[in-house]
């Protein structure tokens, strides 16, 4: 694992809250790549089928984030985060029928 360490002279806080939310961007990039290519299940892609399989996705992130005992709070961004993820990704697959 790569350790984040302040620069000299650098805020410890602010390096470590930079290298998280650079880390973020990149996870969410790959992400999104992943999904895109999980979704595009077939030669001509099938946009019915993507759906299910986002709408699983949307129902495990739910069920895990009770499981691991988020608060409701905390829930509700998961969820609307997982949806903004598998709405991208669709989005990039079927421009026309986009949306989850």
Not at 23 to 28: A, F, M, Y
Not at 38 to 46: I, K, P, Q, R, V
Request: charged share 25%.
């Amino acid at each position: 694992m790569i350790e984040t360490r302040a620069r000299d002279g650098a805020d410890p806080d602010s390096v470590a809250s930079n290298d998280l939310e650079a880390r973020i961007v990149v996870l969410e990039i790959v992400a999104m790549t992943a999904l895109a290519l999980t979704l595009d299940t077939s030669e001509n892609g099938n946009a019915d089928q993507a759906r299910g399989i986002a709408a699983l996705i949307q129902d495990t992130v739910r069920q895990r984030s009770r499981e691991v005992g988020l608060t409701k709070g905390a829930q509700e961004t998961a969820d609307t985060y997982a949806e903004e993820l598998l709405s991208t990704a669709l989005a990039s697959l079927y421009p026309e029928t986009g949306s989850a």
